[in-house]
T-cell receptor, first 114, second 112 residues
Framework: DSGVTQTPKHLITATGQRVTLRCSPRSGDLSVYWYQQSLDQGLQFLIQYYNGEERAKGNILERFSAQQFPDLHSELNLSSLELGDSALYFC?????????????FGEGSRLTVL | DQQVKQNSPSLSVQEGRISILNCDYTNSMFDYFLWYKKYPAEGPTFLISISSIKDKNEDGRFTVFLNKSAKHLSLHIVPSQPGDSAVYFCAASAVRDDKIIFGKGTRLHILP
């Protein structure tokens, strides 16, 4: 158990819809990272927050947005969903402001867009 | 642009033998290199890392080697055990960019 909690574990929805994925980091961790893993793809970095502020951005679509709340949990919002958005979305946390090592990953949220 | 490449999608190794997983990168600004292991239905877990100023780091059965001139790193597992069967992700980070870039992963099968 990494201490990172993601909900929901599975989500099935239709094209054009909007979903919200939630992540609770490990106790004490200030940094939250979101990654997308599509079929046959590695972990694609989406976005990072540190203590409520956006710190780094990767290949995140404009239809996607995220935020980190004062209690440090984070939400990833995916809107106008397309079939290609079907993927496993991972949240990870760390206690460091900048990347030097270990991230702790949640079990992921599997999104299926029909 | 894939900055971290794992060119072998899968690898099969006999139990007890050495497993060698390879990774190439293109960005010479990376400061740290990491290996993560992932079992089905679980999130990736950190395995071992190496700073760009070192060429070897060892932790039990796991050793990571870094060849900066070739922009290549490898993970050695000796001896390989059945529980090592998993997907292994190579990753790299640059402190100034503050993000970890992952490769596509290599699926390791340990054969009895």
């Amino acid at each position: 158990d990494s201490g990172v909690t993601q909900t929901p574990k599975h989500l099935i929805t239709a094209t054009g819809q909007r979903v919200t994925l939630r992540c609770s980091p490990r106790s004490g961790d200030l940094s939250v990272y979101w990654y997308q893993q599509s079929l046959d793809q590695g972990l694609q970095f989406l976005i990072q927050y540190y203590n409520g502020e956006e710190r780094a951005k990767g290949n995140i679509l404009e239809r996607f947005s995220a935020q980190q709340f004062p209690d440090l949990h984070s939400e990833l919002n995916l809107s106008s969903l397309e079939l290609g958005d079907s993927a496993l979305y991972f949240c990870a946390s760390s206690d460091r402001r900048t990347i030097t090592g270990e991230l702790f990953f949640g079990e992921g949220s599997r999104l299926t867009v029909l | 642009d894939q900055q971290v490449k794992q060119n072998s999608p899968s690898l099969s190794v006999q139990e007890g033998r050495i497993s060698i997983l390879n990774c190439d990168y293109t960005n010479s600004m990376f400061d740290y290199f990491l290996w993560y292991k992932k079992y089905p239905a679980e999130g990736p877990t950190f395995l071992i890392s190496i700073s760009s100023i070192k060429d070897k780091n060892e932790d039990g059965r796991f050793t990571v080697f870094l060849n900066k001139s070739a922009k290549h790193l490898s993970l050695h597992i000796v001896p390989s055990q059945p529980g090592d069967s998993a997907v292994y992700f190579c990753a790299a980070s640059a402190v100034r960019d503050d993000k970890i870039i992952f490769g596509k992963g290599t699926r390791l099968h340990i054969l009895p």
